[in-house]
């Protein structure tokens, strides 16, 4: 049975399914072995044909992309973004934020329920599907809250949410501080499905920390937040879902035990699995040494122990996915002193270069790894795995490795600027995406030629 376009569990807006062929790009998708020249043929939104460079006809009136020098891979999926829609949108929105992210290479992303009004009822989460279904450029799916406003008191209607369309639950921004409202959570997801995804941390241990709690916190004078106030509730919520039987998801992991622990709950037979961030694989706490708010976010940048535990882990297969926890801020909101700045840095746009550039190009982690990485987080919430076959819905993206380009020096996608790369000149530029069989992104400055009506010659 063909696969639909656009599975029931994403929405986006009405798009024109593509008529195309990408000529001699060097297909690499680690899934079905692709990894070599190639020209790809999509008709009408779906992969037709694969074959050697240079034999596959462009249908008439189809356009045609030069791929020669450049990667095409599976679109990129993440897990975790925040889109602050409903009742943020001076901050980010449902098309602002899907076209930052389909600029990153990104065919599908998943929305947190941390906005105003939280998604914790099925009526909200059916109105932002509406939403989504008029604005999104890419698909989208969304989370409902595991409990009402984020407040840990009572559980949410997880059975309604997820008739509605909740790919899973997450309190994200504000851990599940109760056991037991956990233990519930899980015994309620026996019923209804989806995956508990976690912010893990203690608040009482963070108490009014600000950044990584070591050295540095204490040459600035600025309260910390201990590595342990994410690790014990990580050791924690494994220990309980693994009681249960249940299914969690360990959000934006950020140090050692963290790692250590989930290999643990993995061996031990756990549900368990886990993502961590471009931000804490390619950067640490030295970054905050100057106090820049957009290197403010939770958990904090930690030492390069730390991070050389999540790149381990996520070589290893301990660690699942990448996900770049996209989390816009109003320039006036972080243009503040940095104890009183918001947490969050954005990342849709910079996630593949700044791991290209920080451990692919290094020689650090394989180019096929991070791909794998980058397009699997969610499979994780049961959202079908692009991949580079014929019949296969078109995800795509097409990448030049070795264009180079300052973060933020053109501007973004974004409706906000956070980037804790901002400045920085990364290698990997998208040039072309494409999302559930339309082009969603194209870079302003590549071009593409239209393939001759019958009878005629091409221009």
């Keep these: 049975m063909t696969a639909p376009l656009l599975p029931d569990a994403l929405v986006r807006a009405p798009a024109q399914p593509a008529d195309l062929v990408i000529r001699a790009a060097h297909v690499l998708d680690p899934r079905t072995g692709l990894d070599g020249p190639h020209d790809v043929l999509l008709r009408e939104g779906r992969i037709a044909e694969i074959g050697a460079p240079g034999t596959l006809d462009a249908p008439a009136g189809a356009e045609i992309v030069d791929g020669e020098g450049r990667r095409l891979f599976p679109g990129f999926v993440d897990p975790h973004v925040h889109l ?3 009742g943020q949108e001076h901050k980010e929105d449902l098309e602002t934020g899907t076209r930052a992210a389909a600029a990153g290479g990104f065919c599908q992303v998943i929305a947190m329920p941390n906005t105003d009004p939280v998604v ?5 989460l059916g109105a932002l599907r509406e939403t989504a279904a008029r604005d999104a450029r890419i698909p989208v799916g969304f989370m409902g809250a595991i409990t009402r406003g984020l407040l840990g008191e009572e559980l949410t209607e997880m059975n309604g949410l997820r008739e509605q369309g909740a790919l899973g639950f997450t309190d994200d921004g504000k851990p599940v501080v109760s056991a037991g409202m956990l233990r519930r959570a899980l015994q309620y997801q026996r019923l209804c499905g989806g995956i508990i995804a976690l912010h893990e941390e203690d608040p009482q241990l963070s108490g009014a920390g600000v950044m990584h709690e ?11 937040i201990p590595s342990i106030s994410e690790s014990t509730f990580v050791a924690r919520d494994a220990a309980i879902a ?3 039987g249940g299914a969690v998801h360990m959000q934006h992991l950020s140090c050692v035990a963290s790692v250590r622990a ?9 549900r368990v699995s886990c993502e961590a961030s471009p931000h804490h694989l390619c950067l640490t706490v030295e970054a905050v040494r100057t106090l820049d708010t957009s290197m403010k976010m939770n958990p904090p940048l930690r030492d390069e122990i730390d991070r050389q535990a999540l790149i381990e882990g996520l070589r290893s297969g301990v660690i699942d996915c990448v996900a770049t926890d996209h989390a816009p801020h109003a320039r006036d909101e972080k243009e503040v002193p940095f104890e009183q700045a918001p947490m969050g840095t954005t990342g849709l746009e910079t996630s593949f270069a700044a791991l290209n550039t920080e451990l692919v190009r290094p ?6 790894l991070v791909v794998e990485r980058m397009t699997s987080g969610g499979a994780l919430f049961g959202l079908p795995v692009p991949r580079i076959a014929v019949d296969e819905p078109a995800n795509l993206c097409l990448v030049d490795l070795d264009a180079t380009w300052v973060v933020g020096e053109d501007g973004y996608e974004s409706r906000s600027q956070n980037s804790c790369f901002a400045g920085r000149e990364l290698h990997g530029r998208v040039l072309l995406t494409v999302a559930a069989g339309s082009v969603a992104y194209r870079e302003r400055a590549f071009a593409v030629a239209a393939a001759p009506e019958p ?4 221009a």
């Design 84 to 86: 602050r829609t409903p």
């Design 120 to 124: 914790d009822s099925p009526s909200i």
């Design 214 to 224: 070591g050295v540095i916190s204490t040459l600035l004078g600025v309260a910390g």
């Design 242 to 244: 693994g009681y249960e």
């Design 262 to 270: 989930v290999a643990l709950a993995k061996e031990l037979g756990y």
């Design 363 to 368: 020689g650090v982690l394989g180019l096929e």
């Design 455 to 458: 009878g005629k010659d091409a």
